[in-house]
């Protein structure tokens, strides 16, 4: 009988999902026709533009020696700048000019140009655009799109004097071939995909989620691997892997060292905690090594000083989190002998977060939101990868990365094994919950901020401790132990680390930093915050006319402080964090909506949310009042906020569901949800090739930056 039962069960469920499927066809073949047609119509006329702009030109080669200016030397290989200020090529002809291409003689990375148009009829007047580059590293990089508007067209180079500009002759006129891009439909079809599944009339949204569902595992699953293949594709993208070690050049005249985790490793393999690095004497015997003017005429004169390392009683230090190095390095330098790159326990990190954000989505539901919709859980996993910042840690997966991202991994599986760990049966899991805060533990090993996250136990378990009593109590004695334990075997090592290396238990070493000012006498006013945290939170992007359409943000200060390039806030980044906004119209707030939450439920959700976004504060606060201002430090607080985020979205989704009907006001979340998360996908993937950030891809890999740009030779 058991047998059979399962077996009807079994078809019962096949033929619901099947049912499921059709029902979500019908409703959504429509905009899925539509989409493909629109991306055969982009593919073919939109992206191919400069094809069909060009496809009835008449090519003319021009050699370089025949149209160069009075400060440009043609030579067998090109042409070099004798006189920057008159370093161009005048082309002019009968009919107004469309594409030119440069042939190069060698090859070449990036040519940057400018260039210049004279209106027919309007005089010697010449009209200068924006600075451009020219290459060899794709198909296109080496076409010049001048818009036909005139028939006398100058290329202004701005190389230095000296600079060899291989050009042997420019193609006017050319023909621009057509070009079937596959990763572009790629893209196209899964912003499609995105839009059909998490449109704001999509199915899923009144499909309440069962984890009793393959088909639900399924869509979670393929969610998971999505997000966990576009984080590769950006750590690939950004060729991090290759530019991120060794040593370099740093500010005044220092030395960077991108493989400190690996000396970090090295060191501890030998037993002692100082890097096996070269103490320059005039160094050693400053009064005030971590004066930086001073140490700028050390270094100018040529001594060996490296750039952000812990400076302490003659010794280097690394005074990034520990932890890293024992789960990622140390092993790797045991068994294999060489150096582990940065790059890579990055990458291995950030996959293990993703992993550890679809745990916490399905935690949060489980523990607050147990009616939750299929589409709601899917864009809370979203908006967890999305706008946790993550994105940018894989694009410079530098030894600055390491401890936020480990830390970012271990908070995500500590709060969600911590959720996991309350049974229905009011009892908790001691396994789990030591699970939890061993992980919660090791924050403070690795990016110290991020132990905050243990606070977030007091509105977690605060039934468990005074209404069931399963914690701190006789009967929860064990449970209790094993969420207490963990800290301490994490926090007494540490504490004792600290102490070997700087004498103090609690001294972590980041104040001794050799930086670009002195930590150990730098105060800054409460007022100089203010700015920092609107550029943390509010500030709006830089949205510009042509590729890469993201630029850099100016942000100006009070008094100084420490400032590095960035996009935007956190609410440019993930405008989805903006719902936080609309909080007081969510359930658990209203006192007299009772629908979808129970009134303790209620003070239980209100205290997780309000508590998360106090974290986010507080971090944002202490990194800009030691640190200033650095695109990597949203990520030290982005989790907590889109934690608050998700639980908005969920609360004001959940009355809608509850009732089983569809009400305007839930179209107007899913749409405002699923159109904020397209837009932070499409901002954090353009933000990668914006210039004069740090990790510029025009450097770093310009192969991959003509690659992607050579799709918009319509618009430059």
């Not at 026709?33 to 006329?45: C, D, H, Y």
Request: with cysteine.
């Amino acid at each position: 009988m058991a047998s059979l039962s399962k077996k009807k069960i079994f078809k019962t469920s096949k033929a619901e999902s099947l049912e499921t499927v059709r029902a979500f066809w019908k409703t959504r073949k429509s905009i899925t026709i539509i989409g493909v047609l629109l991306i055969a119509i982009a593919e073919i006329f939109i992206f191919n533009m400069p094809y069909w702009q060009s496809i009835n030109a008449t090519p003319q080669t021009l050699n370089v020696a025949n149209i160069a200016s009075s400060g440009l030397k043609p030579t067998e290989k090109g042409l070099i700048v004798k006189d920057p200020s008159q370093a161009f090529v005048e082309i002019s002809e009968s009919t107004k000019i469309g594409y030119i291409k440069a042939n190069f003689a060698t090859k070449a990375t990036a040519v940057p140009y400018t260039t210049a148009i004279k209106y027919d009829g309007s005089g010697d007047q010449y009209y200068t655009g924006s600075l451009r580059n020219i290459s060899t590293t794709s198909k296109y990089s080496s076409y010049i799109n001048t818009g036909k508007t005139s028939s006398t067209v100058r290329i202004n180079f701005t190389s230095p004097e000296g600079t060899l500009i291989p050009i042997k002759n420019f193609t006017v006129n050319a023909k621009v071939p057509f070009s079937f891009n596959a990763p572009r439909i790629i893209l196209l079809l899964t912003l499609l995909t995105m839009i059909v599944f998490l449109g704001p009339s999509s199915e899923l949204y009144k499909v309440r989620f069962s984890l009793h569902k393959t088909s639900h595992i399924i869509a979670v699953s393929l969610t998971t691997l999505s997000m966990m293949t576009m984080i590769t594709f950006t750590w690939l993208l950004s060729s991090g892997r290759y530019y991120w070690i060794g040593t370099t050049g740093a500010p005044e005249n220092h030395i960077a060292n991108f493989d400190q985790y690996g000396y970090l490793a090295d060191a501890l393999l030998h037993g002692h905690t100082w890097l096996n690095l070269p103490v320059d004497a005039n160094l050693a015997s400053m009064p005030n090594p971590y004066d930086i003017a001073a140490r700028s005429i050390l270094s100018g004169n040529g001594s060996q000083i490296f750039f952000d390392h812990a400076f302490y009683n003659g010794h280097y230090y690394s005074y990034f989190g520990v932890i890293p190095a024992l789960l990622f390095f140390v092993p790797f330098q045991f068994i294999t002998g060489t150096v582990l790159h940065s790059a890579y326990a990055v990458i291995i990190a950030a996959l293990f977060t993703s992993l550890a954000f679809t745990a916490l989505a399905l935690s949060i539901t489980r523990n607050y939101f147990p009616k939750a919709s299929l589409g709601n859980l899917l864009s809370s996993i979203l908006i967890l990868n999305l706008g946790s910042n993550i994105l940018y840690q894989a694009f410079t997966p530098s030894f600055y990365c390491v401890p936020q991202v480990t830390s970012m991994m271990f908070t995500a599986a500590g709060l969600s094994l911590w959720m996991y760990a309350k049974k229905k049966d009011k009892t908790v899991s001691p396994t789990l919950i030591a699970a939890g805060s061993f992980c919660i533990a090791c924050n403070l090993g690795c990016r110290p901020q991020f132990i905050l996250s243990a606070l977030l136990a007091i509105p977690l378990f605060w039934d468990s401790v005074f209404i069931h009593r399963s914690l701190f109590s006789r009967k929860g004695i064990i449970a209790t132990i094993c969420s207490i334990i963990p800290f301490l075997i994490v926090f007494i090592p540490l504490g004792i680390y600290n102490w070997v290396r700087f004498d103090s238990f609690s001294n972590f070493g980041s104040n001794y930093n050799l930086t670009g000012f002195d930590m150990t006498n730098s105060v800054k006013p409460l007022t100089a915050l203010v700015p920092l945290l609107f550029y943390f939170f509010f500030q709006p992007g830089s949205i510009i006319g042509q590729f890469p359409f993201v630029g850099t943000t100016e942000t100006p200060v009070i008094t100084w402080s420490p400032m590095e390039p960035s996009i935007g806030g956190l609410a440019m980044i993930a405008p989805f964090t903006l719902i936080l906004l609309a909080m007081p119209w969510s359930s658990i707030w209203n006192k007299s909506t009772t629908v979808s939450f129970p009134l303790k439920e209620k003070r239980k959700v209100s205290s997780f949310t309000i508590l998360s976004i106090v974290l986010g504060i507080v971090i944002a606060v202490a990194d800009a009042r030691v640190a200033g201002f650095a695109w990597r430090y949203i990520s030290d607080f982005a989790w907590a906020i889109c934690i608050s985020t998700i639980i908005s979205i969920l609360c004001l989704a959940s009355d809608d569901l509850e009732n089983n009907q569809e009400k305007s006001h839930s179209r107007i979340l899913n749409l405002f949800v699923i159109t904020t998360i397209i837009f932070s996908l499409i901002y954090q993937f353009f933000s990668m090739f914006t210039s004069g950030r740090y990790g510029n891809m025009i450097e770093i890999s310009p192969s991959h930056y003509f690659y992607f740009a050579d799709w918009f030779l319509f618009l430059m």
